[in-house]
């Protein structure tokens, strides 16, 4: 009985998802939000081209950038079902489902990129990728979207008193959504391809995202202040269908994973240095910038998401992400 599920389940993917299962050959739908100039196409045009090599040419993997098979949340559950193989959305997408991963989204918890990665390569990220198998995925690396600054087309933002009464998009995340209404703000969860028009149209006042993320997404044609508060830390985990994973042989799971790693480590290195050059664009094509807004008027209010996640998950894991130096 148990033999002939795996093989039902063995065609519904490739009749879903086009996968090529015979003969260890396989093609691979990656499905993520970036658009055509964002470090995580670049990264995942990076990572196909390994897993090419590394397999001689057996398995292919045809991407999907900028949304082009629906919001965040429905690649998320496409890849659930099988009907998308691979998938990379920010994690806010995935604590609709496993509330573990609330953690990484606590506003202030990372105190810069080394922490990040001695984070989420270390035993934290192996336990939090783990807990996506409950939910029928395989996670295959993190990558990020990166940390976090408020964009607006009222005011400058220099404390947190300067956020009273903005409408901003956030993340459906409950960690971010508990500190911005601490802040004083009005958070409206929106999925990101909604953005720039709701901007446009004056729906929403603001929104906060990566320097990286507001320039490779023209926010700043409809944005007139940045503040760069890095109020939160934004991880976007690589997954893959766990059934579709678990089919595959030894050699070709170690050829993803290795290919995942390397192409995450590349968006890393990318956002870094993009950062550095999109914030010198963003000055020139006219956004006021707060460089040092008071960081600690923000953190009184981002004690109730820690506090909040420490009453449902414990103190364990969180403590391990701040003791580690």
Known sequence: MKKINVISTAILFSVVSGSVLSAGTHTLALSHYGSPNDTVTKATEFMAKRVA?????????????????????????????????????????????????????????????????KVLSGEVGDIL???????????????????????????????????SGLKLRTTPNPAHIAAFKEWGVNPTP??????????????????????????????????KYLSLTNHAYTAAPMAMNLDRFNYMDKEDQDILLQAAKEGAELEKKLNIEENKIYLGKLKEQGMEIEENPDISSFQIGAKKAWDDYAKKFGNNVLNKVIDLK
């Open 190 to 223: 929106m999925p990101f391809n909604e953005v720039y028009f709701s901007l446009k149209t004056g729906v929403i006042d603001g929104q906060e995202n990566p320097v990286h993320h507001i320039y490779n997404n023209n926010l700043q044609e409809v944005q």
């Open 129 to 163: 990728l783990k807990s996506l198998e409950k939910s029928g995925l395989k996670g295959l690396a993190f990558y990020e979207i990166g940390f976090r600054d408020i964009t607006n087309s009222k005011k400058q933002i220099k404390t947190v008193a300067d956020l």
């Open 53 to 117: 090599e590394l397999s001689d040419g057996r398995i292919t993997i045809k991407l999907h950038p900028n949304s082009e098979l629906g919001p965040s949340g429905t690649q998320i559950d496409g890849t659930r079902m099988g009907t998308i193989d691979i998938v990379v959305v920010g994690n806010p997408y995935y604590t609709t489902f496993n509330e573990e991963l609330n953690l990484l989204d606590l506003p202030f918890l990372f105190r810069n990129e080394v922490h990040v990665e």
